[in-house]
Nanobody, 113 residues
Framework: VQLVESGGGLVQPGGSLRLSCAAS????????MGWYRQTPGKQRELVAAILSGGSTNYADSVKGRFTISRDNAKKIVSLQMNSLKPEDTAIYYC????????WGQGTQVTVSS
């Protein structure tokens, strides 16, 4: 499966962004999907995940601010990010898992005034 992210950019603190990840291939509905982020010198960390059955989980740092969703018909997983903070600045990666792991190319999110 190929994953293509979009929606990153520069936003002021307190603002919002919506990331989208378009997937190719069939059986998208069977994949567990997620968003990870990485900053220089740090390990990639899970931000939010939505499993094939629809259950979700979030990193403590984004709970109440970020919402992950998926549209199986359109093969898209989205991440709505509200109340953004400077510490949310990172490259955000779309991830898919079904037997193997798949990654998108990443999209930069910068939160700065």
């Amino acid at each position: 499966v190929q994953l293509v992210e979009s929606g990153g950019g520069l936003v002021q603190p307190g603002g919002s962004l919506r990331l989208s990840c378009a997937a190719s291939g069939s059986i998208f509905s069977m994949y567990d999907m997620g968003w990870y982020r990485q900053t220089p010198g740090k390990q990639r960390e899970l931000v939010a995940a939505i499993l094939s059955g629809g259950s979700t989980n979030y990193a403590d740092s984004v709970k109440g601010r970020f919402t992950i969703s998926r549209d199986n018909a359109k093969k898209i997983v989205s991440l709505q990010m509200n109340s953004l903070k400077p510490e949310d600045t990172a490259i955000y990666y779309c991830h898919a898992f079904l037997i193997n792991h798949y990654w998108g190319q990443g999209t930069q999110v910068t939160v700065s005034s």
